[in-house]
């Protein structure tokens, strides 16, 4: 009989540019004071389960959220550059109210998630879906039966969160996706199935005013 692999699926603790709504994609934007309390809260969280493997976007946001819960598990962090965010070209850097403005027929196309719609020097949502799913497909194939932690990016999430409710990728979204939440799919060979989606108990009392003080 096969075995499942269950995978935790983490997003990166905050960004200054999350806070600010600025698009981040492949540009490697390190976590916020917030973002790193975050990141030590999940994985204080996470101390108890069983991981065979951590694997993490290459990104500093994800490594350095995945190194957390690394140091508690005493694992080395697995980069997969496959887990990384959707690059959104010229879009990347930019707030959502400076891309509605400076490229209106763009953002109209972006909000209504076309599939087959890449901004310039960035990715379709088709290649991005595929590029991420098949590298969570390689982590939980090379560990059946076991446990694994997968951190890495909302887009990331909201691709294998469609993939585990075979929700299409146009369909608009109305799940969450918070930094720093614990999410839990079992993979098998038959594809994804969700257990457990946006667990934020852990991060209960944190706020970037704290940080700052």
Same mark, same amino acid.
């Given at each position: 009989m096969e075995q499942a692999t269950r995978i935790v699926l983490i997003r990166h603790g905050e960004t200054a540019w999350n806070r600010a709504t600025r698009i981040q994609g492949h540009t490697d934007v390190p976590l916020s004071p917030l973002g790193l309390a975050q990141a030590e809260r999940v994985a204080e969280a996470l101390a108890e389960e069983p991981f065979a493997a951590i694997y993490s976007s290459d990104l500093s946001r994800a490594r350095q959220t995945a190194q957390a819960l690394a140091r508690i598990h005493e694992l080395d962090v697995r980069l997969d550059a496959g887990l990384r965010e959707r690059a959104f070209g010229r879009f990347e850097g930019l707030s959502w109210s400076e891309i509605d403005q400076g490229y209106p027929e763009d953002a109209a196309r972006w909000r209504r998630r076309e599939?087959?719609? $890449?901004? =310039?020097?960035?990715? #379709?949502l088709i290649s991005? #879906?595929?590029?991420?799913?098949?590298?969570a497909r390689r982590a939980a194939a090379a560990h059946p039966g076991q446990s694994i932690a997968l951190v890495a990016h909302g887009g990331v999430l909201d691709c294998l969160y469609r993939a585990a !409710?075979? $929700?299409a990728? +146009? !369909?608009?979204? #109305?799940? /969450? /996706? =918070?930094? $720093? !939440?614990?999410?839990?799919?079992l993979a098998t060979? +038959?594809?994804?199935? &969700?257990? =457990?989606?946006?667990? +934020?108990?852990? &991060?209960a009392g944190l706020s970037a005013d704290d940080m700052a003080a």
């Open positions: 599939p087959d719609f $890449a901004v =310039g020097g960035g990715e #379709s991005f #879906s595929e590029r991420c799913l098949a590298a !409710t075979r $929700a990728l +146009d !369909t608009p979204r #109305s799940w /969450l /996706l =918070g930094n $720093a !939440t614990i999410n839990r799919l060979v +038959d594809g994804f199935t &969700l257990v =457990g989606w946006n667990d +934020d108990r852990h &991060l």
